[in-house]
């Protein structure tokens, strides 16, 4: 693939990409780590009043270190909805409207704990110093 191929494709890529949309959005840090705290381990589909209460308490907790997020915790859910970055369910009597990450906001929080977190892997010079 020429240069020019890849430069079309990923330029497209860039226009309808939610992965890259989130990256892009100026308050990544607070959508991915409420989403990273609230959607950890094996819980990827919550209630949307438990995650409701959940960003209205980080929200206050993120303007008292003085950081700008205007919006209510609903308007914010609403745009990351808009976005392709949750999943609006709407549940049964019993249970209400649940919320779950998309596919897009699990791979933005898998590369960014990838970032923090560093691996551990062997080398061909690992190998020969372990095998001696």
Known sequence: MSALARYLAFSRLSA????????????????????????????????SSEFYEFLDRTLTAVRDAGTEAPGTAQSYVRTWVDAGWMLRRPGTAATGET??????ALVVMDFLDGLQTPRR??????????TR
């Open 16 to 47: 309808e990409s939610a992965v890259l949309a989130l990256l892009r959005s100026q308050l990544w840090p607070l959508i991915v780590a409420v989403l990273s705290e609230v959607f950890e381990g094996s819980s990827r589909r919550v209630p």
């Open 99 to 104: 919320l779950e990450p998309t596919q897009a």
């Open 121 to 130: 892997g062997l080398t061909v010079s690992r190998v020969e110093t372990l």
